[in-house]
C-alpha cells in the first residue's frame, strides 16, 4: 500500500492557480511532518512548504521556500488524512514535478529532503507564459 498519493498537477498560464492534494494512510499518521518538495529536469529537489504538528497540541506550524511565501498555502485536513498546496500567482519557474513526503522532522529540518524518506509518486505541474 503506498502511503501518499498526489493529485492535482496540470498544465496552466502564467498567473494562474493550482490545488495539489495528498492522500496519506497507514503509518503516516505517526509522523509529525509533512511537506511538499519540487524538482525541475537538471535540478535537485528543493523544499516548496512543509506544515509540522506541534506534540501534545492540535496546533501545527508552517514553513515556506523564500520562492513562494505569499503565493503559496499549504493546509491539512482535520484529520490530517489528506495534505493540500494551494498554489497562485504561477510563473513558469514553478514548473516541476512536485512531490508530497513525510516523516519525523527534526525543527530545523522541514524542508530539507534528505531527512524524508517517505515520499510520493509526484505529480506534474507545468506553467506556460
Known amino acids: 500500500q503506498v502511503p501518499l498519493v498526489e493529485s492535482g498537477g496540470g498544465s496552466v498560464q502564467a498567473g494562474g492557480s493550482l490545488r495539489l492534494s495528498c492522500a496519506a494512510s497507514g503509518f503516516i499518521y505517526s509522523k509529525n511532518c509533512m511537506a511538499w518538495f519540487r524538482q525541475a529536469p537538471g535540478k535537485e529537489r528543493e523544499g516548496v512548504a512543509a506544515?509540522?504538528?506541534?506534540?501534545?497540541?492540535?496546533?501545527?506550524?508552517?514553513f515556506y521556500a523564500d520562492s513562494v511565501k505569499g503565493r503559496f498555502t499549504i493546509s491539512q485536513d482535520s484529520a490530517k488524512n489528506t495534505l493540500y498546496l494551494q498554489m497562485n500567482s504561477l510563473t513558469p519557474e514553478d514548473t516541476a514535478m512536485y512531490y508530497c513526503?513525510?516523516?519525523?522532522?527534526?525543527?530545523?529540518?522541514?524542508?530539507?529532503?534528505?531527512?524524508?524518506?517517505?515520499w510520493g509518486q509526484g505529480t506534474q505541474v507545468t506553467v506556460s507564459s
Open positions: 513526503a513525510a516523516d519525523l522532522i527534526w525543527a530545523g529540518s522541514e524542508l530539507v529532503a534528505n531527512e524524508y524518506n517517505y
Open positions: 506544515i509540522r504538528s506541534d506534540v501534545g497540541s492540535d496546533d501545527s506550524s508552517t
